[in-house]
């Protein structure tokens, strides 16, 4: 498990996931556009919460992009070539 610390200053608890992470993820999301926030939701703690897909879009944009590179990596350029 990684831990990193958000510009707002809060701690983010992010789990090695599995296919199975990927695939609940696709399975939650209403199209491609938001399998990247089901996958953040599947795998980040966030001060010790689970974090829940739509609170992610109510945090602040620095700390989900922080999130999201951690998270995502080059899940992003992967997933445009499907």
Known sequence: MKE???PSGKKAKIRE???KDLLNA???A????E???ALIAELVEIDGKKVIYED????D????LAIQA???GDFLSLQQGI
């Open 35 to 37: 399998i990247v926030f």
């Open 56 to 59: 992610l879009l109510e945090m």
């Open 61 to 64: 944009l620095k700390d989900v």
């Open 30 to 33: 209403k199209n491609n556009d």
């Open 4 to 6: 990193i610390k958000l």
């Open 17 to 19: 996931g599995k296919g």
């Open 70 to 72: 951690e998270v995502v």
């Open 26 to 28: 696709w399975r939650k």
